[in-house]
């Protein structure tokens, strides 16, 4: 196994989104997932550079996007306490359905749309799945 320093508070790989409104974003994962901020870096003219958050243990870093750097959404896939609550709130917050929670062999699970162009796969395992 290699040597490799990774600072306290990240991960070996973490996902790293350039989004529209990034400003929005932050409340968005805030309200529906209790993200925390880690980290907000602003441009001279005050628009975002580059934040970090953390969902549970896990770190995203997000961006606006801009002239110079396009938008780079993801699919990405997050453990609630309940997916059926969060897909509900999460459509309250202005996402969109992509596929309305269900039983899956690995738990109950479900999609969304977000505002900014990233799909949100929301799932409850329960142990032993």
Partial sequence: ???????????RVMPYLIIRN????LPFTQQLFGAVEKMIRRN????????EIFIGD?????????????PMTAGLYVHVAD?????QLALKLGASSV???????YGRSCGVLDPFGNT???????SGN
């Fill in 58 to 70: 896990s770190t995203i870093m997000f961006a606006n996007a801009s002239e110079q750097w396009t």
């Fill in 120 to 126: 949100w796969w929301i799932t409850t395992t329960q």
């Fill in 22 to 25: 990034a400003e929005g974003f």
């Fill in 99 to 105: 596929m309305e929670p269900a039983d899956q062999p």
């Fill in 44 to 51: 001279e003219d005050g628009t975002l550079m580059h934040a």
């Fill in 83 to 87: 997916a059926d609550a969060s897909y």
């Fill in 1 to 11: 196994m290699e040597n490799i320093f990774i600072p306290e508070g990240y991960q």
